[in-house]
């Protein structure tokens, strides 16, 4: 569909240039001419801004999808880290010496 869409502004941006050229070989008036040219701009520069939007969109969300993800793994890890904490007041506060340890790399892995 991209691919289409991309023949499609070439082909605009195509006939837009031949009739640019129609119009200076006619020696037709400068304006006509400017407004021609102006045309041809604008289709170009409308298809290289939604290209570039659609490359920073992609580019968002797969940044947005890392961080999330970056995010989740710390609050896995922040709740390991909890979960261990409260093991160990517990054993300690039943008397039973401290409980069986979790390696510290383990939780931060």
Same mark, same amino acid.
């Given at each position: 569909?991209?691919?289409?869409?991309?023949?499609?502004?070439?082909?605009?941006?195509?006939?837009?240039?031949?009739?640019?050229?129609?119009?200076?070989?006619? /020696?037709?008036?400068?304006?006509?001419? /400017?407004?021609?040219?102006?045309?041809?701009?604008?289709?170009?520069?409308?298809?290289?801004?939604?290209?570039?939007?659609?490359?920073?969109?992609?580019?968002?969300?797969?940044?947005?999808?890392?961080?999330?993800?970056?995010?989740?793994?710390?609050?896995?890890?922040?709740?390991?880290?909890?979960?261990?904490?409260?093991?160990?007041? %517990?054993?300690?506060?039943?008397?039973? %010496?401290?409980?069986?340890?979790?390696?510290?790399?383990?939780?931060?892995?």
């Amino acid at each position: 569909q991209q691919q289409q869409q991309h023949q499609h502004r070439n082909t605009s941006t195509c006939l837009v240039l031949k009739s640019c050229l129609r119009a200076l070989h006619q /020696d037709s008036a400068p304006g006509a001419m /400017d407004a021609a040219v102006a045309a041809a701009l604008a289709e170009v520069s409308g298809g290289l801004a939604a290209q570039l939007r659609a490359i920073v969109e992609a580019e968002l969300a797969q940044r947005t999808a890392e961080l999330e993800r970056r995010e989740r793994a710390m609050a896995a890890r922040e709740e390991a880290l909890e979960r261990r904490e409260r093991a160990e007041q %517990g054993s300690e506060q039943s008397g039973q %010496g401290p409980a069986e340890e979790t390696p510290k790399a383990s939780v931060f892995q």
